[in-house]
């Protein structure tokens, strides 16, 4: 039997048409080689579509909603007034799809160079599941006096018990089909409210999971653990913002934002989930062929894994490790690989059925299915 999916395409701006161009040529691959397809509709939206017709998510929501997922490139330019991109679009879906768990693997690939002395891909494989609907990034709060010496500016942090509890208990169940290790980051002791009722959830959450170790660092703590003693987290859990900052550091020690990736999760199957590299639209190195397609690649290889095409999941993310693996010698004979060689290589690995797996021991890949229903 052929399973057939439909698929929304968002490349938007940027590098992000040239990054989900090559996520698409590794699907039609993986469409010749196991047996699933997709039926493809490309929307149309981001900063150069914004200025010419002022549209944004507003206009193509109920035909985002009718698909199974939605694979997104990047959007912004500085044409456009910051704010306006982030909040009527990228934050929107997030709020009007639901898509609650933001997960991002962190994960050093072999081959791929870090930062971080003496890091081995061993000692850094995690997951942080970031809150992707509350905290500061619901935009309220107020200014007074603007303008003048007096100014006041209030803004304010949402944080419902149901919308700590769904993400928690996301991670709690991640983390039970991997190391069984769930660590909350925080910073209960400057936010005492907020921090305090994430620690009750995780509290309450930890006795229906006896098997999942549970432990506490404040965030600023975790800005120096994460670089420097990474094997100590499995699964991370944190609220939008603290999410947000530290999972660029974890870009940073997996090798950059161009091998880093996400997927936006709706939990209740009531909206399509969202898949992206973490990167941002780049507009200084648009059209040059320089972006790395690794982050949108792999953000393929979770969007099917989530679908429940798992062995194609799987051998998208073997033949990209394996692509990364290969690229720094690659720089040093011939000046280094474009974008579309990049992807074309990776497509090829994944036709060709020569991915090696070994090379992806732990993978998320095949719970994604489980934890994240795609649409009922
Ligand atoms: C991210 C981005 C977004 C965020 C922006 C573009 C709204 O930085 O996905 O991490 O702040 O969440
Ligand atoms: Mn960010």
Redesign the pocket.
């Known amino acids: 039997m052929t399973n057939r999916y439909s698929l929304a395409v968002l490349p938007g701006d940027g590098i992000g048409p040239e990054v989900v161009g090559c996520a698409l040529e590794v699907l039609d691959a993986a469409e010749a080689r196991y047996s699933f397809t997709t039926a493809r509709t490309e929307i149309t939206a981001g900063a150069q579509h914004y200025l010419a017709t002022g549209e944004l998510f507003a206009e193509v929501e109920d035909t985002l909603r009718g698909h199974d997922a939605i694979l997104f490139g990047s959007m912004?330019d500085p044409a456009v007034k910051p704010g306006i991109l982030?909040r009527g679009f990228?934050?929107e879906m997030r709020q009007r799809f639901q898509q609650a768990a933001n997960v991002r693997p962190v994960r050093l690939y072999p081959g791929v160079p870090t930062p971080i002395a003496d890091l081995t891909p061993e000692r850094c494989e995690m997951v942080i599941v970031r809150e992707n609907t509350e905290g500061a990034?619901v935009g309220q709060g107020s200014t007074v006096h603007a303008g003048t010496p007096n100014a006041v500016a209030m803004q304010e942090s949402l944080n419902t018990r149901a919308g700590i509890e769904r993400v928690v208990d996301f991670a709690f169940r991640l983390a039970l089909g991997r190391r069984k290790k769930l660590t909350l980051c925080h910073k209960t002791n400057i936010l005492v409210a907020a921090g305090q009722l994430w620690q009750e959830v995780v509290a309450d959450l930890a006795t229906k999971y006896p098997e999942v170790e549970t432990d506490y660092v404040h965030v600023d703590a975790m800005c120096f653990h994460l670089p420097l003693s990474p094997e100590r987290f499995d699964v991370i859990v944190t609220d939008n913002l603290f999410g947000?900052i530290i999972?660029d550091l974890g870009a940073v020690i997996q090798g950059g934002l161009g091998v880093a990736t996400?997927a936006n999760l709706n939990l209740d199957g009531t909206a399509p989930s969202m898949f992206e590299a973490?990167h941002?639209s780049a507009p200084d190195i648009a059209g040059k062929g320089w972006a790395n397609p690794s982050g949108a690649i792999l953000s393929l290889a979770l969007l099917l894994g989530h679908l429940g095409e798992g062995p194609a999941a799987r051998a998208i993310e073997a033949a990209t490790v394996q692509v990364l693996g290969e690229l720094p010698a690659l720089a040093g004979a011939e000046m280094g690989l474009s974008t579309a060689e990049v992807g074309a290589r990776i497509a090829a690995i994944v036709r060709e059925g020569a991915a090696n797996e070994a090379l992806v021991p732990e993978s998320l890949l095949g719970q994604l299915a489980e934890l994240a229903p795609s649409r009922v």
């Open positions: 912004g982030e990228i934050l990034y947000d999972t996400s973490i941002g």
